[in-house]
């Protein structure tokens, strides 16, 4: 799928799914790329329970359909990408043990998308602030538009980003973070890029073509790598170093066994593309 083709597909799935105005998460598939796009612009996309119920669905849908090989989180909100934690319901008359154990809800949708087994591209076309940080970050690439804003404001309120700090602390140097965790002050999109909170910073007219030709590149990996290069990221990223080697050797031996390792070297020794086939 060539970036031109990809953009186009990316640009058809978010006008689909603007057309539909009553889900609060919406998916569309357009080729092999599946855009999960939030879509409550009256709160801004709040984090509330049914928005997070509705991205775990979404990309639990992603993960069984076996044709789509990218996942792109996007939003339908002209200037937001998300707000962040649904505040009004944190203020809601609800036993303090119902509170706990919906927060549980956070951490589940993060490790759905580390473990989808294909990889994400978060769409920041906006404001992307609080919870919807950690959100972003558990993607596997963010590509963010030059007037998009990043931030954990939560001090701001009499609240901390605990839920997600790990996250935060696993993508950007130490001193950085506490930096944005006690300050709560929002940086731009270059400072997010500077200090590798983003991978790619793009004018906002820009950003459907930029992420679309991610997407297609990545749609044109070899799916069965793919997922395999995805369970060890997410694996070893906090395993001591020794026992990350002998994890990491077992998973080398893993791909080499596969059909499309073995097409991969026949392409690459007679200089043509190689057709993958999954296996």
Known sequence: MNSGTADLLLKTARGMVRAVSAAPVTYAVCGAIATVAMNQPDTRNALSD?????LIAAFVRAREDDAVRVCVVASTHATTFSSGGNLAGLGADVPLVHQHAGNARFPELFRTIGTLGKPTICAAGGHCLAGALGLALACD?????DTATFGTPEINVGLFPFMIMALIYRNVGRKKTTELLLLGDRIGAAEA???????RVVPAAGLDAAVAEWAGRLAAKSPVLMALGKDAIWRQQDMALEEAWDFLRSQLTLALSTQDAQEGVEAFLAKRKPVWTGR
Do not use: Q, T, W, Y
Not at 50 to 54: C, I, N, R, S, V
């Open 50 to 54: 049914e928005m997070l119920d509705a």
């Open 141 to 145: 690439l963010i590509v963010a538009s």
């Open 193 to 199: 890029e500077r200090i590798g909170l983003v991978n």
